[in-house]
């Protein structure tokens, strides 16, 4: 390459730099995120679990840790959905990794409450259903007794977030 196609394409690059520039900013037009990664003070709380699913409960263990690693304080799980199933004793073996996930969680302090109206209504006693649960009179009455006694209610459907990113841009994913 002669010197004047050298000096002729630095000069055509010394133009489209701030082009460059420019575009970059118009796609970042609000500058980047700030950090409040601040302490929470003890928050007791109520996760209201009403699963369609049993396979949901998968997705519940990990928001609770996931919580539980930035906020103490009490935490009970009222199940008064179709997920109720996996905890019952005849059920064990098909759902066992995620009920010993829950019952190690159990040990950890958290209280897992059943709904006695959705526990009936599946056709289970509290005998057919295994040991780190207690059953109560209704889900929901217990929900607002928590309610009434400070417990804040948390919706249990998390959604997974993990690699999210990689829905909008696939060829980038690590997988």
Do not use: W
């Not at 460059?20 to 990664?37: C, F, H, R, W």
Request: glycine share 4%; aromatic share 8%; proline share 5%.
């Amino acid at each position: 390459m002669s010197i004047k196609h050298l000096n002729t394409a630095l000069f055509a690059l010394c133009l489209a730099a701030p082009l460059v520039s420019i575009a970059a900013d118009d796609m970042q037009p609000y500058g980047t995120a700030k950090e409040n990664l601040h302490k929470y003070p003890a928050i007791n709380r109520v996760y209201d679990v009403n699963y369609s699913d049993p396979k949901q409960l998968n997705a519940l263990v990990p928001f609770i840790k996931n919580v539980n690693a930035v906020v103490p304080g009490k935490v009970v799980v009222v199940l008064h959905g179709t997920e109720i199933r996996a905890f019952a004793k005849e059920n064990y073996e098909k759902y066992q990794a995620v009920i010993d996930q829950l019952a190690d969680l159990s040990k950890q302090g958290v209280e897992f409450r059943m709904c006695n109206n959705a526990m009936h209504a599946a056709g289970f006693q509290s005998n057919d259903i295994v040991g780190f649960i207690t059953v109560v009179p209704a889900g929901f009455a217990e929900i607002i007794d928590l309610q009434r006694k400070g417990y804040k209610v948390i919706d249990a459907s998390p959604t997974a977030v993990k690699d999210s990113r990689y829905l909008d841009h696939p060829k980038e994913s690590k997988s």
